[in-house]
């Protein structure tokens, strides 16, 4: 499945225009959430600091640090790059980001790139530090892609990363009996990823009523996983779901 290519956004959510043409929207996190997001990850380095209080106090003592100014730098290094580190290894998410649920994406759709990151980090410096975190604030919350300025200059956005729709609820396949036959089984060649796109398919369809993107899907996944489909696009979607589901069941 390729990657997304184009991107329209209003004030509250932003759409991403997939290579195959099937549109996947998704929630901008709100201030709010960046905000406790950020005082989370505050959180986390008051931690560190605490225990790095505590290795230096007990260093007096044993002179574990004496003389030995170059471990105490490395020792720092943790704070100043703790959100670039977190977020170029965690795919976008601070330990914050994360548990509020939010992760920071390319405004193509992408994973961004680690020049991306780098500029949004540095960055901060205009948007927490040196403005007492107003400038940031203002823009989030005045910008139509809810950026602060880092986001706009390196083309990065941030967004909910639980789905606008329950999918549990919307695209439930039951369990299936022990003997149940798969139809098939190169469906779990394709990623997390492209399944995650087949259910967000679904639910789209099934929603608006327009089964268009989800024939364009099948056309897309028969081509990729070299199936004659003769079926319907949704019952074939389905089927390609329960398939997964099972076969990925067996562990």
Same mark, same amino acid.
């Given at each position: 499945?390729?990657?997304?290519?184009?991107?329209?956004?209003?004030?509250?959510?932003?759409?991403?225009?997939?290579?195959?043409?099937?549109?996947?929207?998704?929630?901008?996190?709100?201030?709010?959430?960046?905000?406790?997001?950020?005082?989370?990850?505050?959180?986390?380095?008051? !931690?560190?600091? @605490?225990?790095?209080? &505590?290795?230096?106090?007990?260093?007096? *003592?044993?002179?574990? +640090?004496?003389?030995? /100014?170059?471990?105490?730098?490395?020792?720092?290094?943790?704070?100043?790059?703790?959100?670039?580190?977190?977020?170029?290894?965690?795919?976008?998410?601070?330990?914050?980001?994360?548990?509020?649920?939010?992760?920071?994406?390319?405004?193509?759709?992408?994973?961004?790139?680690? !020049?991306?990151? @780098?500029?949004?980090? &540095?960055?901060?410096?205009?948007?927490? *530090?040196?403005?007492? +975190?107003?400038?940031? /604030?203002?823009?989030?919350?005045?910008?139509?892609?809810?950026?602060?300025?880092?986001?706009?200059?390196?083309?990065?956005?941030?967004?909910?990363?639980?789905?606008?729709?329950?999918?549990?609820?919307?695209?439930?396949?039951?369990?299936?009996?022990?003997?149940?036959?798969?139809?098939?089984?190169?469906?779990?060649? &394709?990623?997390?990823?492209?399944?995650?796109?087949?259910?967000?398919?679904?639910?789209?369809?099934?929603?608006?009523?327009?089964?268009?993107?989800?024939?364009?899907?099948?056309?897309?996944?028969?081509?990729?996983?070299?199936?004659?489909?003769?079926?319907?696009?949704?019952?074939?979607?389905?089927?390609?779901?329960?398939?997964?589901?099972?076969?990925?069941?067996?562990?």
């Amino acid at each position: 499945m390729d990657s997304p290519d184009t991107i329209i956004t209003n004030m509250n959510t932003i759409k991403i225009t997939t290579t195959q043409n099937i549109e996947l929207e998704y929630d901008l996190a709100s201030l709010g959430e960046r905000i406790v997001g950020y005082l989370i990850d505050t959180l986390v380095v008051i !931690g560190y600091l @605490i225990v790095l209080a &505590l290795l230096f106090w007990a260093s007096e *003592s044993s002179h574990i +640090f004496g003389g030995y /100014t170059w471990i105490t730098m490395i020792l720092y290094f943790p704070i100043y790059f703790y959100s670039l580190a977190f977020e170029v290894f965690m795919n976008g998410q601070s330990v914050g980001k994360r548990v509020m649920n939010i992760r920071v994406i390319s405004i193509d759709g992408a994973k961004p790139t680690l !020049g991306q990151f @780098i500029i949004r980090w &540095l960055f901060r410096l205009i948007d927490i *530090s040196f403005s007492f +975190f107003m400038c940031g /604030t203002i823009c989030i919350a005045v910008s139509e892609r809810k950026q602060r300025v880092g986001d706009m200059v390196a083309g990065t956005a941030v967004i909910k990363t639980e789905p606008r729709t329950n999918f549990q609820q919307t695209v439930y396949v039951p369990a299936q009996p022990v003997n149940y036959f798969v139809t098939y089984p190169q469906i779990t060649t &394709l990623g997390e990823e492209d399944i995650q796109l087949i259910k967000e398919v679904l639910v789209v369809s099934r929603n608006s009523g327009n089964h268009s993107i989800a024939e364009k899907a099948a056309e897309k996944i028969s081509a990729t996983l070299l199936i004659n489909n003769k079926m319907e696009a949704m019952a074939f979607l389905s089927l390609l779901l329960a398939d997964y589901n099972h076969l990925t069941s067996e562990g």
